[in-house]
């Protein structure tokens, strides 16, 4: 039955790791213009303007999966788990000023921290529970899942605790990206029922699927520097238009 549900898998699999990001990428934006821009303009439920955000509504839940995908992708393949980490929380801090502007209107605020971070706790939790499961192989299998759920326990409570965005969401959509690791269609129902709240988010769970394995032409750059810059720009926005 496995192996017939991964042939099936492969016959949908045709977008590169570089155009899953693009997608998450595209998504967030319209999420955050969105949420930033369009929001405060609203005024009632009907009328092109609450078409084009219910529109973006949808759009924007496609990302955070997607993200949460790749990351886990990333544990994989990077070269340096400690690079990655590194980089995770540089730009969480580099982050942090335009995210509180954009979402708050203020230039500094404790009580919601960017997505970076909340990135860089999946990451170590996944990393924690991927080196206990090697030193753990003498042992019984279901001692080590065990451990991993109260590890997961931990670093949700630890995500609420440092209201870092999308919370104990993140920690466990990150996990069963890792539990399922080669088998997403599994991670599918597990991971979407941890933010059922946001039913368009399926579509981003959905689209994990489609990836074939492959890196693709990616820019780190933009990969990185595309949400302070954008976070900060449409902060600015925000300030200016006094909204």
């Known amino acids: 039955m496995i192996d017939r549900i991964n042939g099936l898998c492969k016959k949908v699999q045709f977008l590169s790791g570089a155009w899953l990001k693009l997608i998450a990428i595209v998504s967030m934006l319209a999420d955050h213009v969105n949420k930033g821009l369009i929001y405060p303009y609203l005024k009632s439920s009907d009328g092109f303007l609450a078409i084009v955000s219910n529109t973006?509504?949808?759009i924007g839940r496609i990302a955070f999966p997607l993200f949460c995908f790749m990351l886990v992708e990333g544990y994989f393949k990077t070269r340096s788990r400690l690079k990655y980490l590194?980089?995770?929380l540089i730009f969480g801090v580099i982050s942090e000023v335009p995210f509180d502007m954009f979402t708050t209107a203020s230039?500094?605020?404790?009580?919601w921290n960017n997505v970076m971070f909340s990135l860089a706790l999946v990451l170590v939790t996944v990393w924690i529970i991927d080196t206990l499961k090697n030193k753990m192989k003498s042992k019984p299998r279901v001692l080590w899942f065990l451990v991993s759920f109260l590890i997961v326990a931990v670093m949700c409570a630890v995500s609420m605790y440092l209201a870092l965005d999308y919370e104990h969401h993140a920690i466990l959509i990150g996990y069963f990206f890792y539990l399922f690791y080669n088998m997403?269609?599994?991670a599918i129902p597990f991971g979407y029922a941890s933010m059922f709240k946001e039913p368009w988010a399926l579509l981003g769970f959905g689209l994990t699927l489609t990836y074939n394995g492959e890196r693709g032409r990616q820019s780190k750059m933009l990969n990185y520097w595309f949400y302070p810059v954008h976070l900060l720009i449409l902060g600015i926005l925000r300030l200016y238009l006094g909204v």
Do not use: A, G
């Not at 230039?107 to 009580?111: E, K, S």
């Open 86 to 88: 590194l980089n995770l």
């Open 107 to 111: 230039f500094f605020n404790m009580n």
């Open 184 to 186: 997403p269609v599994f």
């Open 56 to 58: 973006f509504d949808i």
